[in-house]
């Protein structure tokens, strides 16, 4: 009774408009998916017309299942190799895409650590010492290592790159390691010529700070103190933040969604 049922269906002929039309396809897009390797290859009329099956249109369902969790290029790729008997390619694929978003899913959770940390952490940039005059100003060759900082000569605040160094705890040469990646960019004294770090370079830098002890790369951090520039510090990041969460439950649930059409696809493909 079964495989009767399953001869029958095997034996259902379907044409191109007919598996588009159920997911507002074009009939090209049909073609162009066969052509791809994403839909195994059609027979042809005498009259050389594709006829596809329900096996084609199986193929189509997990495709389009597969994109959203692991994109066009990636979702492409796995239904070459199911197609082409190789499985185990198929199977790597998908495990690269969930370490990414298992990766992905740290990296955010390391961010929200950090944010945390520096709620706690909050205070006004560290400064020290009197305003001093153009004249009592030191020469513009460094920066001091120790005792009070001044703060900058034209009156605007921030701090000098010892005492923003001391208040996280580390050196100097650090905070310049991280000014030439990009991660903060403090402007100069105009008395002194040195580096001041004003509100949003000492957030940039407390922030990298945080990351770096979690283990993240400078050019891991990069993209993520742009972010926050890019949000208007960190208060409005809260809610990129919980966008971001919501896409990585969102891509979560759609490799669900994929990995069952493609199982059930790879079942009438590959019996067992």
């Known amino acids: 009774m079964s495989q009767n049922l399953q001869r029958r269906r095997s034996d259902t002929r379907l044409r191109p408009v007919d598996l588009a039309r159920g997911h507002g396809l074009s009939t090209q897009a049909v073609r162009n998916y066969e052509e791809a390797g994403i839909l195994p290859a059609a027979a042809r009329t005498p009259h050389g017309y594709r006829t596809y099956t329900p ?7 997990a495709f389009l299942a597969l994109v ?11 239904m070459c190799a199911v197609n082409q008997g190789e499985s185990d390619e198929a199977f790597r694929l998908i495990d690269e ?7 992905d899913r740290r990296t955010l959770q390391a961010v929200e650590r950090a ?4 709620d706690l952490a909050a205070g006004p940039a560290p400064s020290a010492g009197p305003v001093p005059s153009a004249a009592s100003a030191p020469a ?25 160094a001391q208040a996280l705890g580390i050196r100097p040469a650090t905070l310049r390691k991280w000014e030439r990646a990009g991660l903060v960019r403090p402007r100069r004294d105009p008395l002194t010529g040195y580096r001041v770090y004003g509100e949003a370079d000492v957030r940039d830098a407390r922030l990298t700070h945080q990351l770096r002890r ?9 993209p993520l103190i742009a972010q926050v520039r890019e949000a208007g510090g960190l208060e409005p990041l809260e ?4 966008d971001w969460r919501a896409r990585l439950s969102a891509r979560g649930r759609a490799m669900l969604a994929g990995a069952a059409e493609l199982e059930t696809y790879h079942r009438q493909l590959v019996p067992s």
Do not use: K
Request: charged fraction near 10%; proline fraction near 9%; aromatic fraction near 2%.
């Open 55 to 61: 096996l084609h249109a199986a193929a189509l369902r």
């Open 97 to 103: 895409s969930h370490a990414q978003l298992l990766d």
């Open 68 to 78: 959203p969790a692991h994109g066009h290029r990636t979702a492409t790729a796995i």
């Open 214 to 222: 979690g283990g993240y790369l400078l050019e891991q951090i990069a």
């Open 115 to 118: 944010l945390r940390d520096l």
């Open 239 to 242: 809610a990129a933040l919980c």
């Open 140 to 164: 513009p060759a460094s920066a001091p290592s120790a005792g009070p900082v001044p703060v900058p000569g034209d009156g605007s605040g921030g701090a000098f790159i010892g005492s923003l």
